[in-house]
């Protein structure tokens, strides 16, 4: 069986169930009030290789071994999502394992068009998760290169836990490869320094609510209940799907948007200005509105706590997000100089970058369960009032360049991110040479993505090897 869509032919070779070396006692892990605002959706990653090792097969089993021994620390990744009792989801860590698939595609690896991943690399490198809460494809190229994807429930984990576990996974199998052998590696068990800032924490009384709960009122702009979502939701005429593309910038491009952004100002907020300024000048209507969410990571905000510390919010495995939004008129945001919309962006980050947001966020998802709920600015359908929604998440913590599994690192690696919703998502990495460029996975309407490269292509430029 294999997958030749897009001009891309890749053959599946064999599947199997990848489980944890050790044994696992079955339990179930409760989702925290974070976890529960997040709908069932799968994040894909990919990582391009351009050598892989003299014996593919070697390599492969290697990467397998390797999973097998970072699941033992990881047990939900090879669990299940299953209902409780009152109708909401939970982790059931039964060590059903993980689907493992080895795949083989006829092509050159500098020839795989990832400016279009939509094309080229979904359902094809990414793999389709159809069982558990994380699936792995391992592709042989021909040219003797490889390329690793992965999908997992996001319900299950965010970009910081989930790549904690990448980089555990890297580890074991860059030590099994040096040695050669089949001991246990010390990740395993406690008692290394090192190793025990991988080993994650799955307690729930991290995030637990008050008593007596309370939470400011923002979160009731920020946030909503889905009532029947599924069948009250309006059709989405096929126009408005989105598309995903790739694209690098240069550092020095990078740094000159901070110059005019401000002093003050980082250079993600000063990208994610210059991008909401971008969407605004592409609508015709003045007095449309365009969203800007912003994904804040809670675990710095929480590890000021004095019952907490920065180690223990790190190392906790699962969604300490927040999505804060704002809101301008296209007419404003077209006049406004790129300094001013990052001094927008800032305080939309700030009105959710601290301890009381995030603990009265969990309150207020206590207060509404087991209704679901979930961030409003996933909600926006373009109308005759909204022009468009985007949410951009920091992912400058993207491991790419410690993803050596013992053959160097990749050439090349992305989030992928077709959400399937109208609500735009853009992500800034670091490139894999770790020189300072980004690359940025953007997933928007193919409007936004074409006005995005005829007006600023000495800063958005489509990837290529």
Same mark, same amino acid.
């Given at each position: 069986?294999?997958?030749?869509?897009?001009?891309?032919?890749?053959?599946?070779?064999?599947?199997?169930?990848?489980?944890?070396?050790?044994?696992?006692?079955?339990?179930?892990?409760?989702?925290?009030?974070?976890?529960?605002?997040?709908?069932?959706?799968?994040?894909?990653?990919?990582?391009?290789?351009?050598?892989?090792?003299?014996?593919?097969?070697?390599?492969?089993?290697?990467?397998?071994?390797?999973?097998?021994?970072?699941?033992?620390?990881?047990?939900?990744?090879?669990?299940?999502?299953?209902?409780?009792?009152?109708?909401?989801?939970?982790?059931?860590?039964?060590?059903?394992?993980?689907?493992?698939?080895?795949?083989?595609?006829?092509?050159?690896?500098?020839?795989?068009?990832?400016?279009?991943?939509?094309?080229?690399?979904?359902?094809?490198?990414?793999?389709?998760?159809?069982?558990?809460?994380?699936?792995?494809?391992?592709?042989?190229?021909?040219?003797?290169?490889?390329?690793?994807?992965?999908?997992?429930?996001?319900?299950?984990?965010?970009?910081?836990?989930?790549?904690?576990? *990448?980089?555990?996974?890297?580890?074991?199998?860059?030590?099994?490869?040096?040695?050669?052998?089949?001991?246990?590696?010390? *990740?395993?068990?406690?008692?290394?320094?090192?190793?025990?800032?991988?080993?994650?924490?799955?307690?729930?009384?991290?995030?637990?609510?008050?008593?007596?709960?309370?939470?400011?009122?923002?979160?009731?702009?920020?946030?909503?209940?889905?009532?029947?979502?599924?069948?009250?939701?309006?059709?989405?005429?096929?126009?408005?799907?989105?598309?995903?593309?790739?694209?690098?910038?240069?550092?020095?491009?990078?740094?000159?948007?901070?110059?005019?952004?401000?002093?003050?100002?980082?250079?993600?907020?000063?990208?994610?200005?210059?991008?909401?300024?971008?969407?605004?000048?592409?609508?015709?209507?003045?007095?449309?509105?365009?969203?800007?969410?912003?994904?804040?990571?809670?675990?710095?905000?929480?590890?000021?706590?004095?019952?907490?510390?920065?180690?223990?919010?790190?190392?906790?495995?699962?969604?300490? *997000?927040?999505?804060?939004?704002?809101?301008?008129?296209?007419?404003?945001?077209?006049?406004?100089?790129?300094?001013?919309?990052?001094?927008?962006?800032?305080?939309?980050?700030?009105?959710?970058?601290?301890?009381?947001?995030?603990?009265?966020?969990?309150?207020?998802?206590?207060?509404?369960?087991?209704?679901?709920?979930?961030?409003?600015?996933?909600?926006? *359908?373009?109308?005759?009032?909204?022009?468009?929604?985007?949410?951009?998440?920091?992912?400058?913590?993207?491991?790419?360049?410690?993803?050596?599994?013992?053959?160097?690192?990749?050439?090349?690696?992305?989030?992928?991110?077709?959400?399937?919703?109208?609500?735009?998502?853009?992500?800034?990495?670091?490139?894999?040479?770790?020189?300072?460029?980004?690359?940025?996975?953007?997933?928007?309407?193919?409007?936004?993505?074409?006005?995005?490269?005829?007006?600023?292509?000495?800063?958005?430029?489509?990837?290529?090897?």
């Amino acid at each position: 069986m294999g997958s030749c869509e897009g001009g891309v032919v890749v053959v599946v070779k064999k599947t199997e169930v990848v489980a944890a070396v050790l044994p696992v006692t079955e339990h179930r892990l409760a989702m925290s009030n974070l976890d529960l605002l997040l709908p069932p959706l799968d994040v894909g990653i990919f990582f391009c290789y351009n050598d892989g090792a003299k014996n593919n097969e070697m390599l492969i089993s290697m990467v397998r071994k390797g999973l097998g021994q970072a699941l033992v620390s990881f047990p939900v990744l090879a669990g299940e999502v299953v209902p409780n009792n009152a109708g909401e989801p939970e982790m059931l860590c039964n060590n059903r394992g993980v689907d493992f698939v080895q795949a083989f595609a006829d092509m050159e690896l500098q020839h795989l068009d990832l400016y279009n991943p939509d094309v080229s690399v979904d359902a094809k490198f990414v793999p389709v998760k159809k069982h558990g809460v994380l699936s792995i494809q391992v592709t042989e190229m021909r040219c003797g290169g490889a390329i690793i994807g992965c999908s997992f429930d996001h319900r299950v984990a965010d970009a910081h836990s989930i790549n904690k576990f *990448l980089i555990a996974w890297a580890n074991m199998t860059r030590s099994n490869y040096s040695r050669g052998d089949d001991s246990i590696h010390p *990740l395993l068990f406690p008692g290394d320094n090192y190793m025990n800032k991988l080993i994650p924490s799955y307690s729930r009384s991290l995030i637990v609510p008050r008593e007596p709960r309370h939470h400011d009122s923002a979160i009731d702009n920020m946030y909503m209940l889905i009532k029947d979502i599924a069948s009250s939701a309006p059709q989405v005429p096929p126009s408005f799907h989105l598309q995903s593309r790739i694209y690098q910038i240069s550092a020095q491009q990078i740094q000159l948007l901070q110059s005019l952004a401000g002093p003050k100002r980082t250079k993600f907020e000063s990208f994610s200005a210059l991008l909401w300024k971008l969407l605004a000048k592409a609508a015709k209507e003045d007095k449309k509105r365009c969203k800007l969410g912003i994904v804040v990571n809670g675990r710095n905000c929480l590890s000021k706590s004095a019952s907490l510390n920065e180690t223990t919010m790190d190392t906790y495995f699962g969604n300490v *997000l927040s999505v804060p939004y704002s809101d301008a008129s296209v007419g404003e945001l077209k006049s406004l100089p790129l300094s001013e919309i990052a001094n927008l962006v800032h305080a939309c980050v700030e009105s959710a970058a601290n301890e009381e947001h995030f603990r009265g966020l969990v309150d207020w998802v206590e207060n509404r369960r087991p209704q679901p709920a979930m961030c409003k600015i996933y909600s926006c *359908l373009p109308s005759d009032t909204e022009e468009v929604a985007v949410v951009v998440s920091s992912g400058q913590r993207f491991p790419v360049s410690k993803m050596d599994f013992g053959w160097g690192r990749p050439s090349f690696g992305s989030y992928h991110f077709p959400w399937g919703g109208t609500t735009g998502y853009v992500m800034p990495m670091p490139s894999a040479r770790d020189d300072g460029d980004w690359i940025v996975y953007m997933h928007l309407f193919r409007k936004h993505l074409d006005f995005v490269e005829k007006e600023a292509p000495h800063i958005f430029k489509p990837f290529a090897y």
